[in-house]
């Protein structure tokens, strides 16, 4: 059984940074996509960043681009997302997620089969 669990959230001013960690179980992390996704009150979860198995390819929204950095470590199993230059928009609940087996990489979420409980990143003016 695989199990996700995400920390780093937290509150923090505009302009600020937070890093995200998530923490995989079970084996084989290193041979799978990971993907950060997140939902603010209101709207529906959407697509922000991942990152094929190697680190190699990496892939964002255009909402956070220039702003967030995915990276992994696969001998730690864990993902991470960088965010800097937060913005109030940023606010929402970020969830990590493990990529199905058929993909290298993906924006989709019904690609992923695994996910996290999420963590809550709040962002003040």
């Known amino acids: 059984q695989v199990q996700l669990v995400e920390s780093g959230g937290g509150l923090v001013q505009a302009g600020g940074s937070l890093r995200l960690s998530c923490a995989a179980s079970g084996r084989s992390f290193s041979s799978y996509a990971m993907g950060w996704f997140r939902q603010a009150p209101g709207k529906e979860r959407e697509f922000v960043s991942a990152?094929?198995?190697?680190?190699?390819?990496?892939d964002y929204s255009d909402s956070v681009k220039g702003r967030f950095t995915i990276s992994r470590d696969n001998a730690k199993n864990t993902v991470y997302l960088q965010m800097n230059s937060l913005k109030p928009e940023d606010t929402a609940v970020y969830y990590c997620a493990r990529g199905g087996s058929w993909i290298r990489i993906s924006t989709i979420q019904s690609q992923y089969d695994y996910w996290g409980q999420g963590t809550q990143v709040t962002v003040s003016s």
């Open positions: 990152i094929d198995w190697s680190g190699a390819v990496a």
